[in-house]
T-cell receptor, first 115, second 118 residues
């Protein structure tokens, strides 16, 4: 089944404890992206990757890191989480960014709480 | 900088009536425009997109949207609403003319909650 998977789905952690949220897609997509969803603010892009080894900042990159060492995986790293990073996080992939195949496929989401 | 506005936080409509969810955008040139939907307790799903060509775009579940360049709008419409259409709808824009890898940036609106009453 074609899908985007995220782990963990739920996480409660404490301020300052480094964490990684994994994202993997099995559709051979070039483009991957991370978003956070907060009430009243919609979806905001954190980072995106046009292809392997190419990443770029979205609208809200502060406090986050990413890497794209292989096409299928795009982990999101919070080096020192803070309470303002409590949110619902979505990973997404697309065949390409731009053009007729530009369609985001979203993962199920990771609900993160930072105490 | 690109931006999207969804001026209505909530839209309420009776089942069987037409519905419209509004979206306006701002980019430097011709945009790529998208609608995504988030059903309760389900993930985000693609509905439709405008890349080029016909200004009227048809998508999933009977939805359509019209690209209006002069009004910088991309409103989502459906002729006859269903209770099952009740969900959170997001409009998004990409600027394909942005330099370098910047066209990878995708900006979403804040979302509109659509409630269809029986």
């Amino acid at each position: 089944e074609a899908q985007v998977t995220q782990n963990p789905r739920y996480l409660i952690t404490v301020t300052g404890k480094k964490l990684t949220v994994t994202c993997s897609q099995n559709m051979n997509h070039e483009y991957m992206s991370w978003y956070r969803q907060d009430p009243g603010l919609g979806l905001r892009q954190i980072y995106y990757s046009m292809n392997v080894e190419v990443t770029d900042k979205g609208d809200v990159p502060e406090g986050y890191k990413v890497s794209r060492k292989e096409k299928r995986n795009f982990p999101l790293i919070l080096e020192s989480p803070s309470p303002n990073q409590t949110s619902l996080y979505f990973c997404a992939s697309s065949p390409l960014a731009g053009g007729l195949t530009d369609t985001q496929y979203f993962g199920p989401g990771t609900r993160l709480t930072v105490l | 900088a690109q931006s999207v506005a969804q001026p209505e936080d909530q839209v309420n409509v009776a089942e069987g009536n037409p519905l419209t969810v509004k979206c306006t955008y701002s980019v430097s040139g011709n945009p790529y425009l998208f609608w995504y939907v988030q059903y309760p307790n389900r993930g985000l799903q693609f509905l439709l997109k405008y890349i080029t060509g016909d200004n009227l775009v048809k998508g999933s579940y009977g939805f359509e949207a019209e690209f209006n360049k002069s009004q910088t709008s991309f409103h989502l419409k459906k002729p006859s609403a269903l209770v099952s259409d009740s969900a959170l709808y997001f409009c998004a824009v990409r600027d394909p003319n942005a330099g370098g890898t910047s066209y990878g940036k995708l900006t979403f609106g804040q979302g509109t909650i659509l409630t269809v009453h029986p």
